[in-house]
């Protein structure tokens, strides 16, 4: 158990739609991070909130944005689905104020997005 | 930029025996944190065992233990004595200098049989 809990779990939309995914951070964690992991492939960053800031962005297109809540926890909106952001999305939650074995990142059990 | 390399895309060990995970990384910071997760095929990314840069002691949790060699820029995962429970994908990943952005590499699927 990480603490990180995500929504929906699995999903199915169509290309051009609109995808909302939830995610609430582990307690105590300000910084949530979001991952798109396609098939076969590792995790690929798209944004980081810390404070509900943005203040990190991955190589993905606008219609990709995010929102974090007074607490903490945050959702991915994706805009005009394509066929190619069939992936699993992952949020990850930590906390940058300490280091060494304290300053982990838990991650979430994704969410499934298929596009058809 | 960082960068991390798996090289190995697959590992088969038996149940029992250890096992070593390659990791080699690359990057310009001078401080840094090394990462090893565990992917089952239900999607969770599993945090295994941390290493900080400036870490003298090689990180150690339960079976895990992370073999860190700066100089060479790597970072295996040894896991002594495998369970069939640790059949699953397996990522490095690297934390740069204030920012909690992590960059993965290309993952090993392991394979423990009985």
């Known amino acids: 158990e990480t603490g990180v809990t995500q929504s929906p779990t699995h999903l199915i939309k169509t290309r051009g739609q609109q995808v909302t995914l939830r995610c609430s951070s582990q307690?105590?964690?300000?910084?949530v991070s979001w991952y798109q992991q396609a098939l076969g492939q590792g995790p690929q960053f798209i944004f980081q909130y810390y404070r509900e800031e943005e203040n990190g962005r991955g190589n993905f297109p606008p219609r990709f944005s995010g929102l974090q809540f007074p607490n903490y926890s945050s959702e991915l909106n994706v805009n005009a689905l394509e066929l190619d952001d069939s992936a699993l999305y992952l949020c990850a939650s930590s906390h940058p104020g300490t280091v060494g074995h304290g300053n982990t990142i838990y991650f979430g059990e994704g969410s499934w997005l298929t596009v058809v | 930029a960082q960068k991390i390399t798996q090289t190995q895309p697959g590992m088969f060990v038996q149940e029992k025996e250890a096992v070593t995970l390659d990791c080699t990384y690359d990057?310009?910071?001078?401080?840094?944190?090394l990462f090893w997760y565990k992917q089952p095929s239900s999607g969770e990314m599993i945090f295994l065992i941390y290493?900080?840069?400036?870490?003298?002691q090689n990180a150690t949790e339960g079976r895990y233990s992370l073999n860190f060699q700066k100089a060479r820029k790597s970072a295996n995962l040894v896991i002594s004595a495998s369970q069939l429970g640790d059949s699953a994908m397996y990522f490095c990943a690297m934390r740069g200098t204030g920012f909690q952005k992590l960059v993965f590499g290309t993952g090993t699927r392991l394979l423990v049989s009985p």
């Open positions: 290493q900080g840069s400036y870490d003298e």
């Open positions: 307690s105590g964690h300000n910084t």
């Open positions: 990057t310009s910071d001078q401080s840094y944190g």
